[in-house]
């Protein structure tokens, strides 16, 4: 079945400071998606990588994946306090397919 | 433009009982996915609803049943509810193919 592992589980970081969190599939994929959610709260989504190789940008948040599609990494350059909350990486393996959703990741800004 | 809408946004209930949730997707979406997210981990997904069927299942029993109507708003109902059902419950519209957006989610306590 398909894994998604997602790293690191938790990151403290000063404010101002870049970060990087990876995302890694067992299977190569269709659609990789990054989201950001809130403590007990919905989903807000952030970007959809499709092509090997694919690199977007979102004000300072960055999301590349791997040429044989199967990896993915968020980078977030100069944290601010509002980028603080749990990132999740989720993949469809076809169109139109449900996503899988790694376990996420804890983020905490220190100001 | 109204995004995706969840009601209730929170609800207690009792070991036995049966819930019913509710979600309306964004304006010009057709596709109503509904996933259940335990305390800490990321969210599994339950059920799609495309054209008022059920087009795909995850691994939940058949106590976890659904409906879309022909506004492509769409319910989620829970029958003899278990402790381990309490969670937070999402749903994501999407038109056929495309990105899924969160609505902000249902806090389900069982006790």
């Known amino acids: 079945s398909q894994e998604l592992e997602q790293s690191p589980q938790s990151l403290i970081v000063q404010e101002g400071k870049n970060l990087t969190i990876n995302c890694t599939s067992s299977k190569t994929l269709y659609g990789l998606y990054w989201y950001k959610q809130k403590y007990g709260e919905g989903l807000i989504f952030l970007m959809m990588?499709?092509?090997?190789?694919e690199e977007k940008s979102h004000e300072k948040i960055t999301a590349k994946l791997d040429e044989k599609k199967q990896q993915s990494s968020l980078h977030i350059t100069a944290s601010q306090p509002s980028h603080a909350g749990i990132y999740l990486c989720g993949a469809a393996m076809n169109r139109d397919d449900k996503i899988i959703f790694g376990k996420g990741t804890r983020l905490h800004i220190l100001p | 433009d109204a995004g995706v809408t969840q009601s209730p946004t929170h609800l207690i209930k009792t070991r036995g009982q049966q819930v019913t949730l509710r979600c309306s997707p964004k304006?010009?979406?057709?596709?109503v996915s509904w996933y259940q997210q335990a305390l800490g981990q990321g969210p599994q997904f339950i059920f799609q609803?495309?054209?008022?069927?059920?087009?795909q299942r995850g691994n939940f029993p058949d106590r976890f049943s659904g409906h879309q109507y022909p506004n492509y708003s769409s319910e989620l109902n829970v029958n003899a509810l278990l402790l381990g059902d309490s969670a937070l419950y999402l749903c994501?519209?999407?038109?056929?193919?495309?990105?899924?957006?969160f609505g902000p989610g249902t806090r389900l306590t069982v006790l």
């Open positions: 609803y495309y054209e008022e069927e059920e087009r």
């Open positions: 304006s010009g979406h057709d596709t």
């Open positions: 990588l499709q092509k090997g190789g």
């Open positions: 994501a519209s999407s038109l056929v193919g495309l990105t899924q957006y």
